[in-house]
């Protein structure tokens, strides 16, 4: 279907897509994400998730001829670049769009069935340090990735393009949402851990901290790895929740990693059999 016009409604879930803290709260109310670029979507696709409509410029048509096929009876929405950007905010050089359907969250215990090794990412807001700790889990073995209630979205348009669509494959849940009575349940969420047999280490250089090749790490069964935020680190509560925190020994004059460096290096480190 051809648009021409920016305020077109049938398209209201691709509008205004700069607006990161607008877009949150849109595509929560629609229960979608948005998937960017041809090889996301495939991605995506590839995953099992559904598409509610693409949306891309003429000259991307033909190269997703398939992946329309495949998906008969859900809108194709083009036009020229000029009509496009007037509706996203931005230039789509990265081929198409996609409204997708958020798919149903799994529970703490469905990603933690079967896991070894898990990363417990502690209110980490960024979107690229979220993604790229996500592609890092993805590649360097970690079976599942928890997140706190104040972290980012992980099927936010950017850390899904951050992640290389590995939010669709690493299993995730979101745990320490507050309770009925509006108690927060984080970081009592780190008990459960522990309660389901994973040694809770909490990357962090606190007083305290062994060093991340210090033997005594070796050879946990389950282990989980907890994570902070870039400015405050892991919070006083989690700290105290961990069962150990470890350290990546620095070089003098240089304070820390940034988080997702820090849990590419963690990862690689206690890997299972390492
Ligand atoms: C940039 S750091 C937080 C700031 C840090 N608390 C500080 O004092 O500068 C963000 C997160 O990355 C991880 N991290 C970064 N560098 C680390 C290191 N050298 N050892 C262990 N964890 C580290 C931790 O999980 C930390 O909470």
């Known amino acids: 279907m051809e648009l021409t016009d920016a305020d077109?409604?049938?398209?209201?879930?691709?509008?205004?897509?700069?607006?990161?803290?607008?877009?949150?709260?849109?595509?929560?109310?629609?229960?979608?994400?948005?998937a960017e670029s041809s090889a996301v979507v495939r991605r995506a696709l590839a995953a099992g998730h559904r598409p509610r409509s693409f949306f891309l410029s003429h000259r991307y048509l033909e190269s997703m001829t398939e992946v329309f096929a495949a998906h008969p009876g859900v809108p194709v929405y083009t036009g020229t670049d000029a009509v496009l950007e007037s509706i996203t905010g931005f230039h789509l050089h990265r081929?198409?769009?996609?409204a997708m359907d958020r798919p149903h969250p799994l529970s703490p215990d469905e990603?933690?069935?079967?896991?070894?090794?898990?990363?417990?990412?502690?209110?980490?807001?960024?979107?690229?340090?979220?993604?790229?700790?996500?592609?890092?889990?993805?590649?360097?073995?970690?079976?599942?990735?928890?997140?706190?209630?104040?972290?980012?979205?992980?099927?936010?348009?950017?850390?899904?393009?951050?992640?290389?669509?590995?939010?669709?494959?690493?299993?995730?849940?979101?745990?320490?949402e507050a309770d009925g009575r509006g108690r927060a349940a984080w970081p009592a969420a780190l008990?459960?851990?522990?309660?389901?047999?994973?040694?809770?280490?909490?990357?962090?250089?606190?007083?305290?901290?062994?060093?991340?090749?210090d033997p005594s790490?070796?050879?946990?069964?389950?282990?989980?790895?907890?994570?902070?935020?870039?400015?405050?680190?892991?919070?006083a509560g989690a700290l105290a929740a961990s069962d150990v925190h470890v350290r990546i020994p620095m070089a003098s004059g240089v304070d820390s990693l940034n988080v997702a460096a820090a849990s590419a290096v963690a990862f690689w480190e206690l890997r299972r059999g390492a």
Request: hydrophobic share 45%; net charge neutral.
């Open 8 to 34: 077109d409604p049938r398209v209201a879930v691709y509008s205004r897509l700069t607006d990161a803290a607008l877009r949150r709260r849109t595509d929560a109310d629609h229960g979608i994400y948005l």
């Open 95 to 98: 081929g198409a769009l996609a």
């Open 111 to 176: 990603v933690l069935s079967r896991a070894r090794r898990v990363a417990v990412l502690e209110n980490v807001s960024d979107h690229t340090n979220l993604g790229a700790i996500f592609r890092s889990a993805a590649g360097l073995g970690v079976d599942a990735i928890l997140v706190s209630p104040e972290s980012a979205d992980p099927l936010y348009r950017r850390s899904i393009r951050v992640s290389m669509g590995t939010v669709f494959s690493i299993p995730w849940a979101r745990v320490g």
């Open 191 to 213: 008990d459960q851990l522990r309660a389901a047999g994973f040694t809770v280490a909490a990357l962090e250089l606190s007083e305290s901290a062994v060093d991340l090749d």
């Open 217 to 235: 790490l070796r050879d946990h069964e389950r282990l989980a790895l907890v994570l902070g935020a870039e400015g405050p680190g892991v919070t």
